[in-house]
Structures are given as C-alpha cells and as structure tokens.
T-cell receptor, first 112, second 116 residues
Framework: QKEVEQDPGPLSVPEGAIVSLNCTYSNSAFQYFMWYRQYSRKGPELLMYTYSSGNKEDGRFTAQVDKSSKYISLFIRDSQPSDSATYLCAMIYSGGYQKVTFGIGTKLQVIP | GAVVSQHPSWVICKSGTSVKIECRSLDFQATTMFWYRQFPKQSLMLMATSNEGSKATYEQGVEKDKFLINHASLTLSTLTVTSAHPEDSSFYIC????????????FGDGTRLSIL
C-alpha cells in the first residue's frame, strides 16, 4: 500500500465548476499537508499548506484536512481554463526532517 | 519571495557524457536543498538531500557515484549526472525551503534531460 493515494484522473470539468481533489494517506505521523500545482514541463508550484485538521482558504482555493479519516481535499471554486494542470498533494512527517511524500497527482482539465 | 531557479531547463547530450544541473535560491538562503526525479505520469521521487558544506544524503537505490551533488554555498546546489545513459533521461527538479519564512519547499522549474 502506498503511503499517499491520489486518483490520477484525468478529471474534466466545465469552466465555472467547483472542483474537488482528494488524497488519502496511511501514516498518522504526517503532520504537514500541502497542495502543489504543476503545469506541463514545469516544476510544482506551492498552492496551499496547512498543519493539523481543519480548513484553510486562499482566494478560490480551500484546503481541508481530516486527520481522523486520514483524508485531505483541495476545492477550487469558479474553475478557470488556466487551472488546467496536475495537482499534487504532499505531506511531511512531524519533526525537523523535511522529506516530502507526494501523491501521484491528479490531472485536471477545465473546459471553456 | 522564495524563488528557486534551475538551469538548464532542457539538455540533450550523447551517451557517456556528464551533465551538470544548477539549482539556486534567488532571494533566500537554503542550508538544505532537495533533488527529485520525475518520470512521465509518475510522482516526484526524492533522490537526495543536499546539505550546505557537507555530504549529500542519498535515498535508497540512488547511485552516489552516478549522481554527484555539491552544495558549496547557501544559495547553490549542483547535480552532476556522470557518464549519462539513455535510462538516465528524465525530468530532474530541485527544491529548497526558506526556513526564515517557515514555508514548505519551493521548486525550480525542472531540467528535462534527454540522453541519446
């Protein structure tokens, strides 16, 4: 079993839709949770990061963490064609070591 | 803030040559940088952790002699793929963390390496 599970998609939605992207994880030692956006042939771009359970909002993006269920989500409101990219969830164990464990990424296409 | 620059963005070379990739933190000091490899339709795989002024820490299965890492300053780490072969063709990405801001890792734009 992988430490982090993420549906690779692809996920196609019409412009303006609300997008829900999810990851599950198996190791309860993960404490920090991030979402990265990666355009083709580019490095990942940090979108959101959060610590512990709860919601965090930034513009059209909302990150949600449910540690009891080992489940994290990223919601994108009013999706735009420019949101078309691969979205990677990522996690870090507690403590000083910064090794990041990534999901495989979900490819999102927002259709105009 | 927290900009990471990687160079070159794309390199094509013959089998047997060595290729050097640079990773720079432009607006912050990074005592630690990370090197990843990404195959098509796969996630990022950590290759090694680069520590300024000391030896890099390699992940299991990564050949130290094949992938030489040097982190000579607080803003520059280099990855040299020695005697590259077609199976080394991949997308290599570096990252660094701004400890002062306390943010997670920021990534460079990656280097696409093609070995003929």
């Amino acid at each position: 079993q992988k430490e982090v599970e993420q549906d690779p998609g692809p996920l196609s939605v019409p412009e303006g839709a609300i997008v829900s992207l999810n990851c599950t994880y198996s190791n309860s030692a993960f404490q920090y949770f991030m979402w990265y956006r990666q355009y083709s042939r580019k490095g990942p771009e940090l979108l959101m990061y959060t610590y512990s359970s709860g919601n965090k909002e930034d513009g059209r993006f909302t990150a949600q963490v449910d540690k009891s269920s080992k489940y994290i989500s990223l919601f994108i409101r009013d999706s735009q064609p420019s949101d078309s990219a691969t979205y990677l969830c990522a996690m870090i164990y507690s403590g000083g070591y910064q090794k990041v464990t990534f999901g495989i990424g979900t490819k999102l296409q927002v259709i105009p | 803030g927290a900009v990471v620059s990687q160079h070159p963005s794309w390199v094509i070379c013959k089998s047997g040559t060595s290729v050097k990739i640079e990773c720079r933190s432009l607006d912050f000091q990074a005592t630690t940088m990370f090197w990843y490899r990404q195959f098509p339709k796969q996630s990022l795989m950590l290759m090694a952790t680069s520590n300024e002024g000391s030896k890099a820490t390699y992940e299991q299965g990564v050949e130290k002699d094949k992938f030489l890492i040097n982190h000579a300053s607080l803003t520059l780490s280099t990855l040299t793929v020695t005697s590259a072969h077609p199976e080394d063709s991949s997308f290599y990405i570096c990252s660094a963390r701004d400890w002062v801001l306390g943010q997670p890792q920021h990534f460079g734009d990656g280097t696409r390496l093609s070995i003929l």
